[in-house]
């Protein structure tokens, strides 16, 4: 069943699905973990569009419990299927909210930006927004002669005396002042040509309590006030873990209770949703259909078995047993065990196997593993 040119052909799959260094896609295929989190937010999403009245939201988890996975999930997700909605992941907060700033509209891209521009009024939108250099800018990313100039401002770069002279602006985004006043205008902007909801997504946000204590306590009221001056249309998504979000709770109650009826905890995997996530990523590389089929009905097995093979029940336990529920670390062991089983030409793979495998593949053959011993 196996050949030397996929050797993975034994289980039925074109290659190893899984991730053995679990970095997450930009653009991730799949969902996998953590069901209700994503429904639940999207959800609530979904009524900011309805509604216009802001919902910001926190999702709480350990490294590894999948929150960056569902970040950009999420983001994919709005911007795919919400009609009229916006979503723009922040990979983290940086030192200050013109990081912020820049990286919501890099992730906006050149492209749609100067697409969104060339129905922009210049008249109309000055009558409604007050940074009016933001909205010179703005119309400039349409004039080829003044376009690479404009989208440097609106991102934030600095330019020359010369260079704010081409385009007709007096300054530029240097402070975080001026960044809260260029986001306020870039959403009365996307408003204005029909987005209903638009969602910044900050991951890793538990790297704010590592900035002087100075730097963090201004990034705090900006974004207080960044979710006090945008009541309509506008989400603010952010991922901490449950240490960082303790100390941010600890020391900023005021930005806290933005946020407090919407705190969303990623719980650790069991049986059924390690089942889901492992299958699903099967699934993805799943070749040779009849012949598999025909393997599974041999063997008796039922449809939740065929969605695991070559994972045996008891293996999906020892698996959440080695990783403790942690969404990263299962995908990982599933891929090591697939990689060692394949070399040895194993069939199945049972919880002693898997067991096994993986100590084998860590250079402790004598020992029973435990996540610990591999982290």
């Known amino acids: 069943?196996?050949?030397?040119?996929?050797?993975?052909?034994?289980?039925?799959?074109?290659?190893?699905?899984?991730?053995?260094?679990?970095?997450?896609e930009e653009y991730p295929r799949i969902?996998?973990?953590?069901?209700?989190?994503?429904?639940?937010?999207?959800?609530q999403l979904k009524k900011v569009a309805k509604t216009s009245r802001p919902i910001h939201v926190v999702l709480v988890g350990p490294y590894g419990s999948g929150k960056t996975h569902l970040l950009r999930y999420l983001a994919t997700e709005i911007n795919q299927n919400i009609e009229g909605g916006l979503g723009a992941y922040v990979p983290h907060p940086g030192p200050g909210f013109i990081s912020i700033y820049r990286r919501f509209i890099d992730s906006l891209s050149y492209d749609r930006m100067r697409k969104l521009s060339k129905s922009a009024d210049e008249r109309k939108l000055k009558e409604t927004i007050i940074y009016h250099d933001f909205v010179t800018a703005l119309?400039?990313?349409?004039?080829?002669?003044?376009?690479?100039?404009?989208?440097?401002?609106?991102?934030?770069?600095?330019?020359?005396?010369?260079?704010?002279?081409?385009?007709?602006?007096?300054?530029?985004?240097?402070?975080e002042e001026e960044a809260l006043n260029a986001f306020s205008a870039l959403l009365k902007f996307l408003r204005s040509v029909g987005y209903?909801?638009?969602?910044?997504?900050?991951?890793?946000?538990?790297?704010?309590?590592?900035?002087?204590?100075?730097q963090k306590r201004r990034l705090f009221n900006d974004l207080r006030h960044l979710v006090d001056l945008n009541v309509a249309n506008f989400s603010l998504i952010i991922a901490c873990t449950?240490?960082?979000?303790?100390?941010?709770?600890?020391?900023?109650?005021?930005?806290?209770r933005r946020f407090s009826s919407n705190i969303v905890f990623l719980e650790p995997l069991d049986y059924q949703a390690a089942c889901r996530l492992i299958s699903d990523y099967l699934g993805q590389y799943r070749i040779d259909g009849k012949a598999f089929g025909k393997l599974m009905a041999k063997k008796g097995d039922d449809r939740d078995a065929s969605a695991i093979y070559p994972f045996t029940k008891d293996a999906i336990n020892e698996l959440l047993s080695l990783s403790k529920g942690n969404a990263g670390e299962t995908l990982k062991y599933s891929g090591i065990a697939i990689e060692e089983g394949a070399k040895e030409g194993h069939q199945w793979l049972n919880a002693e196997l898997v067991r096994s495998l993986i100590a084998q593949y860590y250079g402790k053959p004598n020992e029973v593993p435990g996540s610990e011993d591999f982290s």
């Not at 069943?1 to 997450?24: C, K, R």
């Not at 449950?242 to 806290?256: F, I, K, R, S």
């Open 242 to 256: 449950p240490h960082g979000w303790e100390t941010v709770y600890e020391e900023n109650a005021a930005l806290v």
């Open 139 to 175: 119309v400039n990313l349409t004039d080829k002669n003044k376009t690479l100039e404009a989208w440097r401002w609106l991102t934030a770069n600095s330019l020359t005396l010369e260079e704010r002279r081409l385009l007709n602006v007096a300054t530029s985004i240097e402070h």
């Open 196 to 214: 209903i909801l638009i969602c910044m997504i900050i991951d890793e946000f538990e790297e704010i309590n590592s900035l002087m204590s100075l």
């Open 1 to 24: 069943m196996m050949n030397e040119d996929n050797p993975y052909s034994i289980y039925f799959l074109s290659e190893n699905p899984f991730p053995i260094v679990p970095i997450p």
């Open 31 to 43: 969902f996998g973990a953590n069901h209700e989190a994503l429904q639940r937010i999207t959800w």
